[in-house]
């Protein structure tokens, strides 16, 4: 079962669910896909047994065969081409490595090259299996090595998709794989507005979904009233309180460190393996 856990924003604690619902399995598969920004790393300090780097393929262009016809600067909608000086100018920050420049060439003056946009690390920190992405930064997407990482998964296996925040084209990957999802809330306005982005993301790719509500306070807030309005079946919900806060800044897994949490997530992660292995 593949289980991404994804917020509407940064913050909201969609890698602390993350990392102590792989830490009360036990035997998870830890999948840090949020490949520009990744931090599950410093929660499990995983021991790194392989590193793989990922590649796209890029166009260079012939000069000798090129005829300047401009059909590939004119297909290029990403205007990673362009006709300057009586010459094709590649810009490779706008290049999405689609490959159609080279398919609308007749003159086979372009070729492809690879290019290095990033590496996985595989490792593993005591029983837990952990995997994370990590992109150059001055590659574009994500998306390679999110597919990259989706290859590397074994069958028959929990695991935790750990998404970027937000809705973006690695999300979209990432949730493409998953069997399920656990949307991150935090209880305030702008929390509420972007947990409705989330779970618009959920329903439009026909994933089946439940909330976490983070930062919860005694009083319901407005994911909390989100959630009821709209039949939203919710998992859990973490207390906001110091202590909390404390463990995660000093890159401690709350269920390992505290009891309280420990029954948390063992509620969350029993009643997830209950509804939907």
Do not use: W
Request: glycine content about 8%; charged content about 20%; hydrophobic content about 35%.
């Amino acid at each position: 079962m593949k289980i991404a856990v994804l917020s509407g924003k940064g913050g909201a604690g969609k890698t602390f669910i993350a990392v102590n619902l792989a830490q009360i399995s036990n035997d998870a598969l830890y999948v840090d896909a949020d490949v520009e920004e990744p931090n599950g790393y410093l929660y499990f300090q995983p021991t790194i047994r392989k590193q793989i780097n990922v590649s796209i393929s890029v166009p260079r262009i012939d000069e000798e065969l090129c005829n300047l016809c401009r059909r590939c600067v004119d297909f290029c909608r990403f205007n990673a081409l362009a006709f300057v000086q009586k010459k094709i100018i590649y810009i490779s920050d706008f290049c999405h490595s689609c490959g159609g420049c080279r398919l609308v060439c007749p003159q086979n003056a372009i070729v492809e090259k690879a290019r290095v946009i990033g590496r996985i690390d595989i490792g593993y920190a005591g029983t837990i299996d952990f995997i994370s992405g990590y992109l150059n930064p001055e590659s574009i997407s994500g998306v390679p090595i999110i597919q990259k990482i989706i290859s590397q998964i074994p069958k028959k296996k929990f695991v935790i998709l750990d998404c970027a925040p937000g809705s973006g084209c690695t999300v979209v990957e990432t949730v493409k794989a998953a069997d399920y999802c656990i949307i991150v809330g935090e209880e305030s306005a702008f929390g509420c507005h972007d947990f409705r982005i989330a779970c618009n993301l959920a329903n439009t790719m026909n994933k089946p979904y439940g909330a976490i509500i983070n930062k919860s306070g005694k009083e319901s807030g407005p994911v909390n009233a989100y959630c009821n309005l709209n039949k939203i079946k919710i998992l859990g919900k973490i207390p906001y309180n110091y202590e909390l806060g404390t463990l995660l800044s000093q890159g401690r897994i709350a269920a390992k460190e505290k009891e309280e949490y420990y029954k948390i997530f063992t509620r969350i992660y029993k009643q997830l393996k209950k509804d939907y292995s």
